[in-house]
């Protein structure tokens, strides 16, 4: 795979055909770092926190790694402004969570809820040799290995792929390994739809496809 976005890398190619990654150049990784989370700017790929339970998808991860210890660092870049977030957000607002403290039951332990609180947890970090462009499809390459995205999110930077950097529907379908354009087609028409419909999809409550009948 392109260390720097994730695509297929193709045999024998000297470049990504989607990020355009020399893959004879520099390694992606600069350096490894422990920092505080709130050093670090959010970029191309801010998660919405009202996505449906991603509180509690933030709880457990942080009630995960502060028993376990965080076993997979988050990517970052540097920019003039210092470290900007390219994935790992879930990662990210975990630790944050950590620093200031929450209330459940030990995974292991079991009984009562029990405040559990670190003020000085940092959070593991690797700075990788990443434009703007390639952290933005190496986020999105991460959501789609875990299934980590709403419609409405994965529709948006679609959009962004399309508006800000060209690509037409058959490399974004191409870029997400779909077999043809239909669902690349069909949340483009979703971003067409009212606000009110949309936040529906966004958080569970309406399906992309009952959404696209009823309008």
Partial sequence: KCPACGAIRA?????????GFEYGGPP???????????????????????????????????????????????ECRRD???????????????????????????????GEPQFFCDPSRLLRVQVVNVTPEQAFLRGIKENIERKDTTDLQEAEAQNKLRMDMGWSDTR??????????NRVMALKKLLDLDKATQRLVHEGKLSLSAALITS
């Avoid at 045999?11 to 990020?19: K, M, W």
């Avoid at 944050?96 to 039951?105: C, H």
């Avoid at 974004?172 to 354009?181: D, G, H, L």
Wanted: hydrophobic content about 40%.
């Fill in 80 to 110: 003039e402004t210092g470290l900007v977030l390219v994935s790992g957000f879930t990662r990210k607002a975990a630790v944050e969570l950590i620093r200031t403290g929450f209330t459940a039951v030990h995974p292991i332990n079991g």
């Fill in 11 to 19: 045999e024998g190619a000297a470049t990504c055909p989607d990020c």
């Fill in 172 to 181: 974004i379908a191409r870029f997400y390994n779909y077999t043809n354009q």
């Fill in 28 to 74: 992606p990784v600069i350096e490894s770092l422990s920092v505080d989370p709130a050093t670090i700017r959010e970029g191309e790929n801010s998660r919405c926190v009202a996505e449906a339970n991603y509180l509690d998808t933030v709880q457990a991860r942080a009630l995960d790694i502060f028993v376990n210890g965080q076993i997979a660092p988050c």
